[in-house]
């Protein structure tokens, strides 16, 4: 695959600048593509599990994907345009998506374009290298108390005091993975800047005020589409949505440039009315599949996990249930396969002591403990980021869970001190006694390993059936701890 400096770095910031910008020849040099990138689908959508999305100004016609066959011949493919849903208004009105599946070529296929961006076209016949990262955006939550990451620097040592993902995002690229896996939460830019805190977001694209979600095109602009351009040429990216991805949130720009389910449409986060309230929604489960040896293959299950409480149980588990249930039908045991289950919010995920309600204890994600409550006995791990750190939780007699949340948004809590066992399981009260007479509380975890450092999981397989090395680097590539995953169990070792 031919590596070089997409033409978004270029027309994406004269996008940001303004939308008088887009018809300047930087964006038309490139036929209009913004920027282009190629998702994994399930196989019921593309028979190659990839499809490729361009993003475009608005106005114009979708570009084509341009194929070039192992036999030196080229095929042009048109893309199909998805559109924002029309209450989406003007936070939408500047960008349109475009899709068009990879297809099957016996010759082989030897590059992909849309325009002048080179997207990945391939999947490889036995996996050695899966790259994973979660959390990436740039917080800007103007809130009583303003929590505002420095969205201006990309480097240095508090966590709140820069956004690395540009360079994260390099590191990846660099690595050559065969996939990408995103964990969910792209989209942080919440509100506008706040005038005091220029000098560290001044110039973020704000939502529109009026209206009942956070997220513009712009502002998916400014926290993916521009510091992932070398991540999305580097390997196809198999993505889950994250909570800052529900419809209130960020979900407009989710089903639009990131859903792969034909399920929901690109507007199914659009608000019913203009300027009205969004409704919850949830997008089917579904699996994909990389073989690792003959007769070894890891499935990883997908599940929505973007609504749901995070401390106590609601009635949203009976929502969710049904994509646990579904997810263990995917994951049925069967000869040389280890399933993986992947949701945003973890089912075991560990926040800081600080951030217990009272009466409870600082696990995450509840609502998603209950709903997948006795339907986990298939998974050899679970992953799942939400907390932004890098973790490991081992609750006794379950799959371990992995915390894959440091791609780049700040965390809660920097201090790795404050993440610590807590004294009873998982849907248990911080008395001990349960959360819910349904759910007898799973026991205490025999294991927490927490990092507080921004960077990705390399995963690599192991000569052994179920064996894995997940090596964990910092945003410059570096590794801070090699975990070794051994059948359901996992630990890590710090480097340096
Ligand atoms: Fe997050
Ligand atoms: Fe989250």
Redesign the pocket.
């Known amino acids: 695959m031919t590596r070089r400096i997409p033409s978004i770095l270029v027309a994406a910031a004269a996008l940001v600048g303004g939308a008088a910008l887009l018809g300047t020849p930087a964006a038309q040099a490139g036929n209009g593509v913004v920027t282009a990138y190629t998702l994994v689908t399930p196989t019921s959508v593309s028979k190659t599990k990839l499809q490729v999305r361009a993003v475009i100004p608005a106005g114009i016609n979708c570009p084509n994907l341009v194929v070039k066959k192992g036999n030196g011949s080229t095929m042009s493919l048109s893309m199909k345009m998805r559109s924002p849903g029309v209450t989406t208004g003007a936070a939408f009105a500047s960008t349109r998506a475009c899709k068009a599946n990879i297809p099957k070529i016996n010759a082989g296929i030897t590059s992909a374009r849309v325009g002048p961006v080179s997207v990945p076209f391939s999947l490889p016949a036995r996996y050695d290298k899966i790259v994973m990262l979660g ?1 990436t955006g740039c917080r800007v939550d103007d809130g009583t108390t303003p929590d505002i990451q420095d969205c201006s620097k990309t480097s240095g040592t508090n966590p709140a005091d820069y956004w690395p993902l540009s360079r994260n995002s390099v590191a990846i690229a660099k690595e050559k993975p065969d996939l990408t896996v995103f964990t ?2 792209f989209f942080y830019r919440e509100d506008a800047c706040p005038t005091a805190f220029e000098a560290r977001c001044g110039g973020s694209p704000p939502p529109i005020d009026s209206f009942r979600f956070n997220d513009t095109d712009y502002g998916w602009m400014a926290d993916v589409f521009i510091p992932m351009a070398p991540l999305f040429e580097a390997a196809p990216i198999l993505a889950v949505r ?3 991805e529900q419809c209130d949130r960020g979900g407009n720009g989710w089903f639009l440039f990131f859903e792969v389910s034909t399920a929901l449409g690109p507007d199914a986060c659009a608000p019913p009315t203009l300027g009205g309230a969004t409704v919850p929604n949830i997008s089917p489960s579904w699996a994909f599949d990389a073989p690792i040896t003959n007769g070894r293959s890891l499935r990883i299950v997908a599940v929505d996990s973007a609504y749901g409480r995070n401390f106590d149980i609601t009635s949203w588990v009976d929502t969710q249930r049904p994509q646990y249930e579904a997810a263990q039908q995917l994951s049925t045991a069967k000869q040389g396969r280890e399933s993986w289950l992947l949701a ?1 919010r973890p089912m075991f995920g560990v926040e800081p002591i600080e951030e217990a309600a009272t009466g409870l204890l600082p696990y995450t994600s509840i609502d998603q403990t209950a709903a997948s409550y006795g339907l986990l006995g298939n998974y050899q791990m679970i992953i799942g ?2 907390v932004h750190v890098s973790q490991v939780v081992k609750v006794p007699n379950l799959p371990v869970q992995m915390v894959v949340g440091n791609g780049g948004s700040k965390p809660d809590i920097a201090s790795e001190s404050s993440y610590q066992i807590p004294a009873y399981g998982p849907l248990a009260k911080a008395d001990g006694t349960a959360l819910s007479p349904s759910y007898t509380p799973y026991g205490k975890p025999s294991y927490l390993w927490t990092k507080v450092k921004y960077g990705y999981t390399v995963m690599k397989p192991g000569s052994k059936a179920k064996q894995w090395t997940a090596i964990q680097r910092d945003y410059t590539g570096k590794t801070f701890a090699t975990c070794s995953l051994v059948k359901k169990d996992m630990t890590c070792t710090n480097s340096g």
């Open positions: 959390d969910g939460d994250g909570n800052h945003h980021s939400h």
